[in-house]
């Protein structure tokens, strides 16, 4: 059997791969905190029950796809070296071509491997058609594939916890008001979003720097992500409507912000079926 890991910024997302089964819901562990004394033993704790079953059986290869820091990335490689030693470790790197995705960059290295590996997925599932992949994590990435799959390039915009950090750290007065919004001064999970406040569907504007924030988000990321799709998708017309495929953990939040004159759907795992697709591809 085989591990399938896709290592984010904000969590980690990993799938056991067992020949006796179809379909698994993948496992999402969280990353140790900075101020934890031992980050590679809490890893390797949450780790240990999806990399050892109940008869002791561990995967013969474990094979990663990161977009973190080195440090974290060592913290990653170390955790699972001590759980199975003898599992290859095998760290995708995105390549020129591959699934019929061509990479835009000059060095297809330089493009996040979740990112390819997304783009693959939502091609795989969506074939033929000009494509607008966006995965809304810790960062908004959004990438354009043409409908012969040619990767026409990409944006990446702060999500919607990065921009509240960044607030923190360039504002550090709003900080009363960012706690109040992320409750008792714990960050909101991702998963754990509040819902698109009413106001933003409207014209509305704040009485409190708490909501200021809240409402300058959304229409942050909202006017920009409908601004640059509305014009990929008059830009494409030719090849087809432009599909918006919407992933992440805050997938459904930034959905409810997409013009509904836009086609969009929304795909779970896209990111880590695509390091499966990848991992399995024959170049």
């Given at each position: 059997m085989n591990c399938y890991i896709d290592a984010g910024n904000s969590r980690i997302k990993a799938h056991l791969a067992r020949r006796s089964q179809k379909t698994v819901e993948p496992v999402v562990i969280d990353w140790p905190t900075v101020n934890e004394s031992d980050p590679v033993g809490a890893l390797a704790t949450r780790l240990e029950p999806l990399l050892v079953d109940e008869k002791g059986r561990s995967p013969k290869q474990v094979v990663l796809a990161s977009v973190v820091e080195p440090r974290r990335r060592d913290w990653l490689g170390t955790a699972i070296a001590e759980i199975c030693p003898q599992a290859e470790c095998r760290w995708l790197e995105v390549p020129g071509k591959c699934c019929h995705v061509r990479v835009a960059y000059e060095s297809p290295t330089d493009l996040g491997i979740d990112r390819f590996c997304g783009m693959i997925e939502a091609r795989a599932r969506h074939p033929d058609r000009p494509l607008a992949v966006i995965n809304a994590g810790t960062a908004i990435?959004?990438?354009?594939?043409?409908?012969?799959?040619?990767?026409?390039?990409?944006?990446?915009?702060?999500?919607?916890?990065?921009?509240?950090?960044?607030?923190?750290?360039?504002?550090?007065?709003?900080t009363p008001a960012i706690e109040s919004l992320e409750g008792a001064g714990a960050p909101?999970?991702?998963?754990?979003?509040?819902?698109?406040?009413?106001?933003?569907?409207?014209?509305?504007?704040?009485?409190?720097?708490?909501?200021?924030?809240?409402?300058?988000?959304?229409?942050?990321?909202?006017?920009?992500?409908?601004?640059?799709?509305?014009?990929?998708?008059?830009?494409?017309?030719?090849?087809?409507?432009?599909?918006?495929?919407?992933?992440?953990?805050?997938?459904?939040?930034?959905?409810?912000?997409?013009?509904?004159?836009?086609?969009?759907?929304?795909?779970?795992?896209?990111?880590?079926?695509?390091?499966?697709?990848?991992?399995?591809?024959?170049?």
């Open positions: 990435t959004l990438d354009v594939l043409a409908a012969d799959s040619q990767h026409l390039g990409g944006l990446i915009l702060p999500g919607w916890r990065a921009q509240m950090e960044a607030l923190r750290a360039a504002a550090p007065a709003l909101a999970e991702p998963t754990d979003a509040s819902p698109v406040p009413e106001a933003t569907r409207r014209l509305g504007l704040a009485a409190d720097t708490a909501t200021a924030i809240e409402l300058g988000r959304h229409w942050l990321i909202a006017a920009g992500v409908n601004q640059m799709v509305s014009v990929w998708q008059e830009r494409l017309a030719d090849e087809g409507v432009l599909l918006v495929v919407i992933a992440g953990g805050d997938a459904e939040r930034l959905a409810d912000l997409i013009d509904p004159y836009l086609e969009h759907c929304l795909e779970t795992d896209l990111v880590l079926s695509g390091v499966v697709r990848l991992a399995r591809a024959r170049r």
